[in-house]
Nanobody, 115 residues
C-alpha cells in the first residue's frame, strides 16, 4: 500500500507560479511511476506530468515548457513546479503513484488561476 498527501494548491493570478508537493508513504520501494493529473469542471481527467523511477519524464503538450516534475528521494516527495500559469490551468490536481499493480491517488488539491 502507498499513501499520498498533496499540498501547495491555491489561488494565483495569470503569469504566476505555484509548486505542488506530493509526499508518499508506505511501500515506497514498489513505486515505478509518479504522476500529476488534473480535472477541471466539466472536463475529462488529464495527465499533466509523469516521472518514472528511472528518471524519465513526460508532459502534456499544454504544459510543456511551463511545468516541471521532480522528486526529492530523501523526502519521498514529488513536486510539480508550475510557472506562467494560465486561467485554463485551473483544476483539481491529483498525485498518483503506480506500482505496476495498482494506481494510488491522493486527495487532490485545488489550483485556481485568475485572469
Amino acid at each position: 500500500q502507498v499513501q499520498l498527501a498533496e499540498s501547495g494548491g491555491g489561488s494565483v493570478q495569470a503569469g504566476g507560479s505555484l509548486r505542488l508537493a506530493c509526499a508518499a508513504s508506505g511501500n515506497i520501494a514498489s513505486i515505478r511511476t509518479m504522476a500529476w493529473y488534473r480535472q477541471a469542471p466539466g472536463k475529462q481527467l488529464e495527465l499533466v506530468a509523469a516521472l518514472t523511477s528511472g528518471g524519465s519524464t513526460n508532459y502534456a503538450d499544454s504544459v510543456q515548457g511551463r511545468f516541471t516534475i521532480s522528486r526529492d528521494n530523501a523526502k519521498n516527495t514529488v513536486y510539480l513546479q508550475m510557472n506562467s500559469l494560465k486561467p485554463e490551468d485551473t483544476a483539481v490536481y491529483s498525485c498518483t503513484a503506480n506500482d505496476l499493480r495498482l494506481n494510488y491517488w491522493g486527495q487532490g488539491t485545488q489550483v485556481t488561476v485568475s485572469s
